[in-house]
């Protein structure tokens, strides 16, 4: 049986037991999940606008769902698209629509609004999907009502699918035709989709968007029948709401910080979720500039930075000291047995007295060997609170080994310039997500939309033999061999890896899947949960 398959049925099992117990309806009533949100407020009702574009779709398939969805280990699910196979050059992925699928109003899903979905993303330039897609993506061939090929500019079909199929979710091509502006559209039919749940009114004075369950949906009806789902200020008012039992789980991008997670991990009936986050947190070198360029240099800050203390002080010890690889151990691909980042000053003294950077003029700063200074910047965005932490307190701990490090603290336009455009920055403390970044290839100076520096031949072709990869096991070896690259040349260093943190009430709920690095209210979810004593 499929994955699918089991899905459906197990919510089916579900349903009825749920009926049966009475727990649904016992007093007319149908069962709601009520949940919180901070990072994003309810603007437009507008599925191309957030939080409708993550987290409520982009990874949790809620009004609408993409080709594919995710597992809870981040690999591709079968959802519009049953199958799919990639060309021998990995060029091209032909896929098989489900045919019981409809939009709100009736009409089919097809394969006509895959290529619309496709190109209008790419066309209009929509999020980081927008970018990927104007970079790979060719054109998308109809061959007939529920089939079509992708057809991609390079041999990175894998890549693509794991990338792209569960995050670019599908809209209606009779609807979104007519629409120039779709950050912008606030037509009734905005959010006519063809996902589990269906967008039921806004509340503006409560700021709680109502969903209520699809139950025409192609994957068969979710489990819960409302969902209630409520933006808060701040953090603070959500998680009191929580501990208060006035809401269930947090459906929500952004997760609590590590001192509030540890006050409610005492609370009774609050479960809180531990998983290895997706988020990568990194120091990035400008290679184009020296001593950046110098492998012995990087090495050397690699050893002047407390991995410990940043971790304690800006994750609240939620998190862990990272290996050398890079990659978190949330990516499928994570090579496990390279070594943790190691925190010496000694070593990093050592290193450095190697290079003739030595204090000439006995100012207690290092120089370089010509007798000019050496002064570092540390950049990071103003709108980064982790970062701007991260690189006040690294600056003292580079101080230590000689190096004069000053924090650069810019509004993200600066920030942006610089970077991306004139690649004109020392170091910078940045954080991404591996899955739309080619697994962390923001170090390489081979993609015009990234602020990658290195120019490495070897780098490169290891960046080619990762987009390229045609399967699984092809992508795991070339991750290995990048994470052996990143271990020994470190384009980037590794800061550390994050916990999810996802509290929920325990005595409400049960039987979340969640997705790694992302919570509990995956598209799994949806068909998985039970109340609790059900």
């Not at 330039?125 to 104007?134: D, E, V």
């Not at 529920?146 to 890549?159: D, F, P």
């Not at 100012?363 to 000019?372: A, E, K, M, T, Y």
Request: overall charge negative; glycine content about 6%; proline content about 6%.
């Amino acid at each position: 049986m499929s994955k699918r398959s089991k899905k459906q049925l197990m919510g089916s099992i579900l349903l009825l037991c749920l009926l049966s117990f009475g727990v649904v309806s016992a007093e007319g009533q149908d069962l709601t999940l009520r949940a919180g949100l901070t990072k994003f407020e309810f603007t437009l009702m507008n599925p191309l606008v957030s939080p409708w574009y993550t987290p409520a779709n982009e990874f949790f398939g809620t009004t609408h769902v993409g080709l594919a969805t995710f597992d809870s280990d981040l690999t591709p699910l079968p959802c519009l698209a049953e199958t799919w196979d990639i060309s021998p050059d990995g060029r091209s992925i032909e896929f098989s629509l489900v045919e019981n699928a409809t939009w709100l109003d009736g009409t089919p899903v097809t394969a006509e609004d895959v290529k619309f979905t496709y190109e209008y993303w790419r066309d209009k330039q929509l999020y980081r999907q927008g970018t990927t897609l104007n970079l790979y993506l060719d054109d998308v061939e109809v061959k007939d009502e529920y089939s079509g090929v992708i057809n991609l500019k390079e041999s990175y079909a894998h890549y693509f699918l794991r990338a792209l199929f569960p995050t670019v979710y599908i809209i209606p091509k009779h609807i979104w035709e007519k629409v120039d502006d779709p950050k912008n559209y606030d037509g009734e039919d905005a959010m006519v989709g063809c996902g589990p749940y269906i967008f039921d009114g806004y509340d503006e004075d409560a700021d709680t968007v109502y969903l209520k369950a699809n139950t025409d949906y192609f994957e068969g009806r979710p489990v819960v029948d409302k969902i209630m789902w409520r933006h808060f200020r701040d953090a603070d008012s959500m998680l009191l709401s929580l501990k208060k039992g006035e809401i269930d789980v947090l459906f929500d991008y952004k997760t609590p910080t590590g001192i509030r997670a540890e006050s409610l991990e005492s609370e009774e009936g609050i479960t809180v979720d531990l998983s290895p986050d997706i988020n990568l947190r990194y120091l990035i070198f400008n290679y184009k500039r020296y001593p950046m360029s110098l492998v012995e240099f990087r090495e050397a800050v690699s050893y002047a930075i407390d991995y410990q203390s940043l971790m304690d002080s800006v994750a609240g010890g939620y998190g862990v000291v990272p290996r050398k690889g890079l990659i978190p151990s949330a990516v499928p691909e994570y090579k496990p047995d390279l070594p943790v980042s190691e925190y010496n000053i000694t070593k990093a003294n050592l290193i450095l007295d190697s290079l003739s950077f030595l204090d000439s003029d006995g100012d207690g700063w290092r120089d370089l060997p010509d007798g000019s200074d050496l002064k570092i910047e540390l950049l990071a965005r103003s709108t980064d609170s982790d970062g701007v932490r991260i690189v006040e307190q690294m600056s003292y701990t580079l101080k230590e080994a000689g190096i004069d490090a000053e924090p650069l603290i810019l509004e993200p336009t600066q920030a942006g310039k610089m970077t991306y455009t004139d690649k004109d920055f020392d170091m910078w403390v940045v954080s991404q997500d591996p899955y739309m970044s080619s697994l962390s290839f923001g170090a390489v100076d081979v993609v015009s939309t990234q602020y990658g520096t290195c120019d490495d031949p070897e780098y490169i072709e290891l960046y080619e033999n990762m987009m390229s990869a045609r399967d699984s096991a092809e992508l795991t070896a070339a991750a290995y061999a990048l994470q052996d690259y990143y271990a020994t040349e470190m384009p980037a260093i590794p800061l550390f890896w994050y916990q999810s943190i996802y509290p929920y009430r325990s005595d409400k709920f049960e039987g979340w899947i969640p997705v790694e690095g992302y919570g509990l209210t995956s598209h799994l979810s949806w068909f998985s949960i039970a109340p609790v004593n059900s």
